[in-house]
């Protein structure tokens, strides 16, 4: 099945620090996800993309698919503590009609 | 618009008995996908149904089905549970007819296995 490596695990930062998470994979594909999980709860999606080296922000997140459509960042500046959760990218199979995920990035933010 | 549904929220069983959780799509959304989600395997996917019609099923034992209706709700069912079976149980909802696109998440159905 397809690979997806997601780095770094964990993070713990200071409020207003910028943060930054990746994944890559082992395949190409057209779609990639962010979602964001708190505790208890579903994830949110974040953000979409859909074309290779396309940039998208949502406020002060901004994410980017990579032009080789094998990896894609995460980038979320002057942090808050309501950021805390776990950040998980998924990639869109396409025709296999599911989406397949990271393990997940940790983010604590110290207030 | 109102978010995609699951009920119930919690659920406590005991080994070998069955279990059926609910989902409601968000308007108009007619792809229902399932998740289980454990802290050791992550997030994954059980199944995917369109139209009232699987199209695709995760690696997991035939303990776990699903069916949609024509409404585009959802139930899965997991039968004889084990204790490993305790996870949280995600429902998505799409609106495209096609994969390529992002999936909604209820809120989750968190299930115990004693």
């Known amino acids: 099945g397809q690979q997806l490596n997601q780095s770094p695990q964990s993070m713990f930062i200071q409020e207003g620090e910028d943060v930054s998470m990746n994944c890559t994979s082992s395949s190409i594909f057209n779609t990639w996800l962010w979602y964001k999980q708190d505790p208890g709860e579903g994830p949110v999606l974040l953000i979409a993309?859909?074309?290779?080296?396309e940039l998208t922000s949502n406020g002060r997140l901004t994410a980017q698919f990579g032009i080789t459509r094998k990896d894609s960042f995460l980038n979320i500046s002057a942090s808050i503590p309501s950021d805390v959760g776990i950040y998980f990218c998924?990639?869109?199979?396409?025709?296999?009609?599911?989406?397949?995920f990271g393990k997940g990035t940790l983010l604590t933010v110290n207030p | 618009k109102a978010g995609v549904t699951q009920t119930p929220r919690y659920l406590i069983k005991t080994r070998g008995q069955q279990v059926t959780l609910s989902c409601s799509p968000i308007s108009g959304h007619r792809s229902v996908s399932w998740y289980q989600q454990t802290p050791g395997q992550g997030l994954q996917f059980l199944f995917e149904y369109f139209s009232e019609t699987q199209r695709n099923k995760g690696n997991f034992p035939g303990r776990f089905s699903g069916r949609q209706f024509s409404n585009s709700r959802s139930e899965m069912n997991v039968s004889t549970l084990e204790l490993g079976d305790s996870a949280l149980y995600l429902c998505a909802s799409s609106p495209s007819q096609t994969g390529y696109n992002e999936q909604f998440f209820g809120p989750g159905t968190r299930l115990t296995v004693l």
């Open positions: 998924a990639i869109s199979g396409g025709s296999n009609y599911k989406l397949t």
């Open positions: 993309l859909y074309k290779a080296g």
